[in-house]
């Protein structure tokens, strides 16, 4: 029995990189013109207590500051407002985000004129630089926001862990599809109706609710386990859709802070859930691949250091045996019961 042990844990291990990761939100910088020539700049950086990232904005001399940054932060963010001039209405601005090669986010540039014009622009630790020289296309928007969709969900760790935990639960493979397509559909509907401006919840209890969509998922997945099926267990695509909703909200959320242009409204959100999508099929990949790797390690694993092989062998359809999907579904049991008790308090105390 000792001998399962590194294979329980090499599991774990595969894991490891998503349960710790933090969501890398991206930076944002937005200039607004409100005058022929003067822009109203906003910097905003995610930030943990007093410490923010050592990202700073670097204008090209022809935009000259009126006023001295106003720096505050609140509410997980640092911000910055400022006034510049530019004679040209921006025109071969160039923008550079100084230490943004040494981290691992991006920074969102968005241009707005008073004709109507927008642009959004995606700087990278890659090309951290860009000059304003030509229209942003309708096909650099769609990167842009699909990018950003994928990078969402796959540092998103509470989606992924409520995915997970679908996983975890006994289905054969037209189950599980059936589920996380139920997943998928309800967190569109309200991803698009959120943004919209057709609903609108305070993001604090709706976070809680997530955390602890995880919780009971993963509870189900332990239940299975021990011989208990419910309605939940018999109809998991009904607990999925229900679920998704509340995560559409959440993702929601990211495009709230970020914006939408309005130039672009369709192909940003219509990108940016498809970015999600495919980072969630991305993971859901490479979670089973992992589950089918241990299954050939445990049947190709000698004889004579399992002698009780069908305690831990892969359960039909996919599903993984005990005690492997107890530990799994006990791991993240564990974390969503964290985050509730963590983000409960964040709605009591704001």
């Known amino acids: 029995m000792m001998h399962i042990r590194p294979l329980l844990f ?7 990189p998503i349960l710790s990761a933090h969501e890398l939100r991206p930076a944002y910088l937005g200039i607004t013109q409100v005058d022929a020539q003067l822009f109203k700049v906003l910097w905003r950086l995610p930030a943990q207590g007093d410490l923010r ?15 001295q940054p106003r720096a ?9 407002h400022w006034t510049i001039h530019h004679p040209r209405e921006l025109q071969q601005l160039s923008i550079h985000i100084d230490g943004l090669q040494s981290t691992m986010t991006d920074a969102l540039v968005w241009l707005s004129w008073l004709d109507g014009r927008e642009q959004v622009i995606r700087l990278t630790p890659d090309q951290p630089e860009w000059t304003l020289d030509q229209p942003t296309s309708e096909f650099q928007v769609a990167q842009t926001y699909f990018v950003l969709g994928v990078e969402h969900i796959l540092l998103g760790v509470d989606h992924l862990l409520f995915v997970l935990a ?9 189950q599980l599809i059936g589920t996380i397509t139920a997943f998928t559909i309800a967190h569109s509907i309200t991803l698009a109706a959120a943004v919209l401006g057709y609903i609108h919840l305070p993001s604090a209890p709706v976070e809680a ?8 998922a ?11 099926f419910s309605l939940t267990s018999r109809y998991p695509w009904a607990i999925a859709f229900a679920f998704g909703l509340l995560h559409g909200l959440g993702f929601a959320g990211v495009l709230g802070e970020i914006g939408l242009p309005l130039g672009a409204i369709p192909q940003a959100l219509l990108t940016f859930n498809l970015g999600v999508e495919v980072g969630q099929l991305v993971f859901i990949t490479a979670a089973l691949a992992v589950i089918n790797l241990y299954q050939k390690l445990l049947k190709h694993w000698p004889e004579y250091a399992i002698r009780n092989r069908e305690q831990y062998s892969f359960g039909e359809g996919g599903g993984i045996g005990i005690p492997a999907a107890t530990v799994v579904a006990y791991t993240l049991g564990g974390i969503a019961c964290y985050w509730v008790i963590e983000r409960s308090l964040l709605v009591v105390f704001p």
């Open 10 to 16: 090499i599991l774990l291990l595969s894991f490891t």
């Open 53 to 67: 990232l050592a990202l700073n904005v670097h204008l090209d001399q022809a935009a000259s500051p009126l006023s």
């Open 72 to 80: 505050q932060i609140s509410k997980g963010y640092y911000t910055e």
């Open 166 to 174: 679908l996983i975890l639960l006994k289905q054969n493979l037209r």
């Open 209 to 216: 609710i997530i955390a602890l969509s995880i919780l009971l």
């Open 218 to 228: 993963a509870r189900e997945a332990v239940r299975q386990r021990h011989g208990v």
